[in-house]
């Protein structure tokens, strides 16, 4: 190591006592960030290539029953949401270089953040292209996301339609609404 590299690591290790000390989590470095998104990806990708080999030899050489069109059309539509989600982690890991200056502006999400949820989504559906390996059936579960999806706008719909005091179509919901509905017809 240079001498500029070990003055570089003392002053880390000088900044992480420091957080130590005040019981503090030090920010991670836009090094380390960058780093660990880029074997993350890496990681993820090689097991998403190996479980889509393995999905589809099985389906078309090693398995006695047939790979049916609509078995074709759901590998297709998994393997596609699949690759959009990496391109779109992709996008949200990049790093934002300032051209003239040369200087990093922005590291980009840190894909080990507890709260990014992005990966559930790829485990899902790695779930769904091994599940069709034994159901034929599997992939109509991919139409559990489009569900949940018209359930959620439901949900923040009738937020934003109705006050909270009754629910759609029903009497009002406690005794203490009625008699204050009363109380205003009457007043």
């Known amino acids: ?24 989590t030090p920010k991670p470095s836009p090094a380390s960030v960058h780093a660990s998104n880029c074997a993350i990806l890496k990681r993820h ?8 080999l393995l999905v589809l030899v099985y389906r078309t050489i090693l398995s006695s029953r047939r790979f049916p069109s ?8 998994c393997n596609g949401i699949i690759f959009f989600m990496f391109l779109w982690m992709r996008n949200m890991a990049s790093v ?26 790829v485990y899902v559906f790695w779930t769904i292209l091994l599940l069709s390996c034994v159901i034929s059936r599997a992939w109509w579960l991919l139409a559990v996301f ?3 999806g018209l359930y959620k ?12 005091s009754h629910k759609a179509g029903s009497k009002l919901a406690t005794p203490a609404a009625a008699e204050k509905n009363e109380r205003e017809k009457s007043a």
């Open 146 to 148: 489009p569900i949940y």
């Open 153 to 164: 706008v439901h949900e923040m719909m009738r937020l934003f339609m109705f006050d909270g």
């Open 70 to 77: 609509i078995a074709i059309a759901g590998y297709v539509l």
């Open 1 to 24: 190591m240079s001498v500029g590299c070990l003055k570089s690591l003392r002053r880390l290790r000088a900044i992480e006592e420091w957080y130590k000390d005040r019981k503090m």
């Open 96 to 121: 934002i270089v300032n051209r003239q200056t040369g200087e990093v502006v922005d590291v980009g999400a840190d894909l080990r953040a507890p709260s990014f949820h992005a990966f559930d989504v």
């Open 45 to 52: 990708h090689t097991v998403h290539a190996v479980l889509a």
